[in-house]
């Protein structure tokens, strides 16, 4: 076994770790024994191996025992973001607090908050972990209260970042009707408050609820659109990757640094290198890597975060079969053949986490998919123009708008129609669509590619 294997297989083995959280002291105890004993080399390493899935459990468990001190019966805060309409997080001397109040609340990131009742250590409820749910993005108490005043205010960067993401966005729902105006908005911002129930589960029985969630598939054709035009306008490859950052790092940005606008960033900017500099080996240990970094900052990620799961399965199903279903799509232009490619790759891979959240799957999502992403990132190129011209001339911004209502239109027309079949979706166990994905996995692999880390 290499270097870069073993390296490779201590990250796994931490995540499993993390995974395998309640019995960590079991895995210590076996890997001890295995390490001491006098055996081979690898035998020694596997060891170490169950070492590290011990340290895995014991770091989640770190992240889980947490001491909660905020006791107050009165506190005040700063706003920091509003996760949806009522809901405020708050900034408390570091700690973040959940502030759920009246819906019709208009409090803006910056303001000082003054709330009359105690904050409160969230608790589970119908078998749902809420307080992990939150914990992975910091936050750890909750308040329910109507007992809230202003009391002043502060000057935040990131309130700077909500101001334009605001103003974007009423940009955006001005000239666009429902439901194509929150659609655009989500694609966009990575804002999906104003898509009601309804469009919820329309998206998700036509199979495309990928449109309108940040994840590293959407982080990672954008990488790749932007690369395709540095190259087609002579810059250099250096360059180009310099370019290519930039416009990942200008996504995160108009999403106001979401947590997981933030992740998907990382993990899509690691496969726009991958396919940048087109070394699939390298690629899956840099990945491997980089997860364990993250969850070595926040274990929590792997088990309460669906966007890290997705973002990381998609950015794995990329780099290991983009290039099957390249092949399969050969007959599209390029870069439409890259952008589907991507897609499928990606839904493979994060079939059976869908599965197993929401216990359903399209039937329809290979045509929904191949109807709609082609125009998916026009849309998103365009919606960006529209967006700056729009903050500097609303009446040159009307010419982009057209353009943007007719693709979006088209899109809002093909999810409906798609999604009104009784056959359109279908229940399904979890375990078949593991064994599903497993077939089409051992179905493509080729014995050349099996060492693919």
């Known amino acids: 076994m290499t270097k870069s294997q073993k390296l490779v297989s201590l990250c796994i083995a931490f995540a499993i770790g993390i995974f395998l959280y309640p019995f960590g002291n079991w895995f210590l105890i076996l890997g001890l024994a295995i390490f001491l004993s006098f055996l081979s080399s690898e035998k020694r390493f596997f060891g170490i191996l169950l070492i590290v899935v011990w340290f895995g459990s014991f770091w989640y468990n770190i992240f889980v025992d947490y001491d909660y001190n905020l006791s107050e019966d009165s506190f005040s805060g700063v706003v920091i973001a509003s996760p949806k309409p009522g809901n405020f997080v708050l900034d408390v001397n570091k700690e973040k607090v959940l502030l759920s109040t009246d819906v019709r609340a208009n409090y803006k990131c910056g ?219 050969y007959f599209a232009p390029k870069i439409l053949k890259e952008i589907l490619a991507m897609s499928f790759a990606s839904y493979i891979f994060t079939f059976p986490v869908l599965m197993y959240h929401f216990g359903s799957v399209s039937l329809v999502f290979p045509i929904t998919n191949m109807l709609i992403v082609p125009l998916l990132y026009p849309i998103m190129i365009v919606g960006i123009a529209f967006v700056f011209v729009s903050f500097i001339s609303e009446f040159l911004a009307f010419f982009l708008l057209i353009p943007l209502w007719l693709m979006t239109q088209y899109l809002v027309l093909v999810i409906s129609y798609f999604s009104q079949f009784d056959w359109s979706y279908i229940s399904f166990n979890f375990i078949w669509a593991l064994v599903l994905v497993a077939v089409f996995l051992f179905w493509v692999w080729k014995p050349k590619e099996s060492n693919w880390y």
């Open 111 to 329: 303001d000082v908050l003054l709330v009359s009742d105690p904050p409160k250590k969230p608790e589970p409820f119908d078998g749902f972990d809420y307080p992990n749910y939150l914990a992975k993005d910091g936050i750890r108490y909750t308040v329910f209260s109507n007992n809230v005043m202003v009391v002043g205010s502060e000057e935040l960067l990131r309130c700077y970042l909500y101001s334009f993401k605001d103003k974007a966005q009423n940009y955006i729902f001005r000239g666009l009707p429902e439901p194509n105006s929150s659609i655009v908005s989500a694609m966009l911002l990575g804002d999906k408050k104003g898509i009601d129930d309804h469009w919820r589960n329309v998206l998700a029985i036509a199979g495309v609820s990928h449109i309108v969630a940040v994840s590293g598939l959407h982080v990672t054709v954008i990488s790749v659109i932007f690369s395709m035009i540095a190259n087609s306008i002579g810059i250099s490859r250096r360059k180009a990757l310099i370019f290519v950052i930039l416009a990942v790092l200008f996504f995160v940005l108009m999403t106001g640094l979401q947590s997981s606008a933030i992740r998907a960033g990382i993990m899509g900017t690691v496969a726009s290198l991958a396919i940048f500099f087109g070394r699939m080996n390298s690629s899956i240990r840099v990945v491997c890597i980089t997860a364990a970094i993250m969850l070595l900052f926040n274990p929590l990620l792997l088990i309460h975060d669906i966007g890290f799961q997705l973002s990381f399965l998609a950015v794995l199903g990329i780099i290991l079969y983009s290039s099957f279903f390249e092949r399969l799509f």
